[in-house]
């Protein structure tokens, strides 16, 4: 006998099937983001729930933070330096007039030779420097800058940091120091094994960093308290007093790096999670100070978290 809609019938019950399916899989759907937002981020969305590096922790970049109608503008300096960011600082200035600019610091460190030659472009442009993190907001009257003083300047920032000719550090912001290391070792560092070549390059780079240091106009103190916080122990912040007597502090006025701009610094933007100490590791660079068939390595910077590489040891 056959049903009274015959294939007919057979046809809707497959579609009532199939519309029923399509119905428990977007209540599905519906009911694991409602669960577990990230999810769908997970299975290829453009998200990535949890995965937020901080730009702090990824090569340095430069950028230039201008104000509508009345403000001079200043350069924002974000991430660690590497052994390009002295090139990438030379195509950020190429066609700029930068000369007395101020430059805003937000930095875990970096390489310690590239951040010396960094340091020495910064003074021969007569740059003048700071700490904080740079907010840019754009209205109808045009573009808004402000400078959160809550940002870290840490390791070889602050040595950049002592390369301004005027040089300014905001009461919230954490300027923080430590020893260099290799950094392949540094995670147990009293454990781990070192070669003759290894301390050679340790105590070549202190050298070239004091030599840095007193060309600068730092005072011997600031190497002192970074020689002696080893890199098992957390980063020594320097307190208002150690700013002033490592020479790392030149004026408590922000007027004097950014006159007349309209630009202002914001009380603070609490920071998500405080940084995790700085570790060092070895990178090739190319440092014109090197005598030609030398070790080129130098101690760099870098947080466990970041997901930046460093270079073979040549």
Do not use: E
């Given at each position: 006998m056959q049903p009274p809609f015959g294939d007919c019938g057979e046809g809707i019950k497959l579609k009532l099937v199939r519309l029923r399916f399509?119905?428990?899989a977007v209540l599905i759907v519906a009911a694991l983001s409602l669960a577990v937002p990230g999810m769908l981020a997970m299975l290829g969305g453009p998200a990535h729930a949890g995965v937020t590096l901080e730009e702090r922790k990824l090569p340095m970049q430069f950028s230039w933070v201008a104000c509508q109608p009345h403000c001079g503008g200043w350069i924002s300096a974000v991430g660690i330096v590497t052994a390009e960011t002295p090139k990438d600082f030379d195509d950020f200035a190429q066609g700029r007039d930068l000369r007395s600019a101020t430059i805003v610091l937000d930095s875990s460190g970096g390489s310690v030779n590239d951040s010396i030659a960094l340091g020495r472009r910064f003074r021969t442009l007569g740059l003048m420097t700071t700490v904080g993190t740079s907010i840019r907001t754009r209205t109808t009257q045009g573009d808004r800058?402000?400078?959160?003083?809550e940002a870290y300047c840490e390791s070889m920032c602050v040595f950049l940091l002592l390369s301004g000719k005027s040089r300014y550090v905001p009461e919230a912001a954490h300027v923080r120091v430590h020893q260099i290391w290799m950094g392949d070792r540094a995670d147990d560092a009293r454990a781990a094994t070192y070669s003759a070549e290894d301390l050679?390059?340790?105590e070549r780079d202190i050298g070239r960093l004091a030599k840095y240091t007193i060309e600068m106009g730092g005072g011997g103190d600031?190497?002192?308290l970074s020689l002696s916080v080893p890199p098992w122990e957390e980063l020594h912040e320097l307190s208002r007093e150690e700013l002033r007597l490592?020479?790392?502090v030149t004026t408590d006025a922000i007027a004097e790096l950014l006159p007349?701009?309209?630009?202002?610094?914001?009380?603070?933007?609490?920071m998500a999670t405080k940084p995790l100490q700085d570790r060092?590791?070895?990178s090739a660079m190319n440092d014109a100070a090197t005598p030609a068939g030398k070790s080129t390595r130098t101690a760099e910077v870098l947080a466990?978290?970041?997901?930046?590489?460093?270079a073979p040891a040549q």
């Open positions: 399509r119905v428990c800058g402000a400078i959160d003083p050679m390059i340790v600031l190497l002192a490592t020479n790392l007349s701009t309209g630009a202002s610094v914001t009380q603070g933007v609490a060092f590791t070895s466990p978290t970041a997901s930046v590489a460093a």
